[in-house]
């Protein structure tokens, strides 16, 4: 993890729900303080960031405390553009402790199958960056159905890391890693630190559990996986709630997965 971290120039870092997610269901707080602290260290060491991060939902139905079983699909959208709103707040007050600037884009599965658009965002994000500004990213929930969501924020992080050229996606979730079986049914389940072929290893573990407050699980970071190691970009996933987790991650003090097309 030491190596793909030091020489890793530009990183994006995707916060799953379950990570920015406090155990009440409101917006965590003091893991978005810990977050930015980390990120101001590898900004002084000369890397790039952008960061990918769920949570609008969750962040209206806390910000409004009513709604969270409705299902229908424009309650779903009334409470993403409520909680955009408030978690992007949360993001502005505390990273402007550190003197960093954030901005906001919002993408479609549209905008990343045109042309056009795919360029436009990869001239906002370099403005953006060539400025000093972190970009925070989230689909754009409040317009998209079914038929035209782009899916899981892994899949979005995974596209967005590969179309802005990036060297590490880092998957902060609520699992450690991947492991050989279901680490919370399995005592002598084992985390599986490198993974060079994440065809071979689909074939070989379970992938069908989710979390709870996710959309996704080990399945759609294997598939995020898939899309980056065709272009040589690595991928790390790991638990968000550590302390200090990609600090830890870049000094060898902690594991996780680290998924690269090539072995060490």
């Known amino acids: ?58 962040a209206g139905v806390s910000t409004l405390g009513k709604w969270s079983r409705k299902e229908d699909v424009n309650y779903k959208q009334a409470l993403c553009a409520i909680g955009q709103v408030e978690l992007m707040d949360a993001y502005r007050r505390i990273f402007n402790k550190y003197d960093i600037h954030i901005a906001q884009i919002l993408l479609t599965r549209e905008d990343l199958e045109s042309k056009n658009r795919t360029l436009n965002i990869r001239n906002t994000l370099f403005t953006l960056l060539d400025e000093g500004v972190l970009p925070i990213i989230n ?76 959309t996704g699980g080990i399945a759609t970071k294997i598939e995020a996986a898939k899309i980056l190691m065709k272009y040589g970009t690595s991928l790390i996933v790991a638990k968000g709630k550590e302390d200090d987790i990609i600090v830890k991650l870049g000094d060898g003090r902690t594991k996780g997965t680290l998924f690269r097309t090539k072995p060490f």
């Open 139 to 214: 689909e754009n929930d409040t317009v998209c159905t079914d038929e035209i969501k782009i899916g899981d924020n892994d899949i979005l992080a995974a596209k967005t890391t590969a179309l802005w050229g990036g060297d590490l996606l880092i998957l902060l979730s609520d699992i450690k890693g991947i492991y050989d079986k279901n680490p919370g049914t399995h005592s002598d389940a084992k985390l599986i630190e490198v993974i060079t072929d994440p065809y071979e290893l689909e074939k070989n573990i379970d992938i069908s559990e989710k979390s709870s407050f996710g």
């Open 1 to 58: 993890m030491k190596e793909i971290i030091d020489s890793s120039k530009k990183i994006a870092i995707k916060i799953g729900s379950s990570t920015i997610t406090s155990k009440d269901g409101t917006i965590d707080r003091v893991f978005i303080e810990s977050l930015a602290h980390q990120v101001k260290e590898l900004m002084d060491q000369g890397k790039r960031i952008i960061l990918i991060s769920s949570g609008a939902r969750i």
